[in-house]
């Protein structure tokens, strides 16, 4: 199996999250983040609401990202490539980890200058329907210093929580942050530049909570 695969596997197997850089190569890399621009040009962007079903609201206090859902039926090239990726590992992980990841779901996101979101947890412990079992993110932006801030801020003891432990991710081009949905608290710290993503969710069966 591919090497970069293998990274990820063991990272989710030991500590329940991996980072890895050149996930993408630079030329798709830089693809994307045009396709990310020109999409949020185009005015496909929306902002990012907290909350599921009636409880969803945008809450600019919260987060300040605006999204473009991506619809796997619909693709350009660029993204068809991201997507098949995906798919790829999502298999890998299936035959490794045995996560019963069934399919995947994924957002372009671009933060404004100034942007963040708060610590927050992508899947809630609790929540009966829904079935996100790992977080994925994509950077795109080029160049990216540590002073622009932007960070992804990972809080890495699940049972701390955000009173534990971090490590600061910087968003570099074509890297890849893949981590335990229901576990690890994490935030984007205020990044003074814009910054582009492609975030994803595997997700797990979904169980239908009228069943219990
Ligand atoms: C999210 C998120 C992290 C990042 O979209 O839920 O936490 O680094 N994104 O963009
Ligand atoms: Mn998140």
Not at 40 to 60: D, I, K, L, Y
Not at 64 to 75: E, F, G, I, K
Not at 111 to 138: C, K, M, N, Q, W
Request: hydrophobic letters at 40%.
């Amino acid at each position: 199996m591919e090497l970069l695969f293998e990274q990820i596997i063991s990272g989710l197997a030991t500590v329940g999250y991996a980072v890895v850089p050149k996930f993408l190569g630079s030329d798709l890399t830089g693809q994307l983040l045009s396709e990310n621009h020109s999409g949020f040009e185009g005015g496909r962007f929306h902002t990012a609401g907290v909350g599921r079903g009636n409880g969803h609201a945008v809450r600019n206090e919260i987060r300040t990202d605006a999204v473009d859902w991506l619809d796997p039926q619909n693709l350009s090239e660029a993204l068809a490539i991201y997507w098949q990726r995906m798919e790829d590992l999502r298999m890998a992980i299936n035959q490794q980890l045995f996560l019963g990841l069934v399919s995947f779901e994924a957002h372009l996101a671009r933060f404004a200058p100034g942007g963040f979101y708060l610590p927050h947890l992508d899947r809630h412990r609790e929540a009966g329907g829904s079935a996100r079992i790992l977080s994925t993110v994509v950077y795109l932006d080029q160049d990216w210093r540590p002073e622009i801030g932007g960070q992804l801020r990972l809080y890495t003891d699940p049972g701390a929580g955000v009173n534990g432990p971090s490590i600061d991710i910087f968003p570099d081009a074509g890297q890849l942050v893949v981590f335990l949905a229901a576990e690890f608290w994490h935030e984007v710290c205020v990044s003074t530049r814009e910054r582009c993503s492609i975030t994803g969710w595997f997700r797990g069966r979904e169980i239908d909570p009228m069943l219990f």
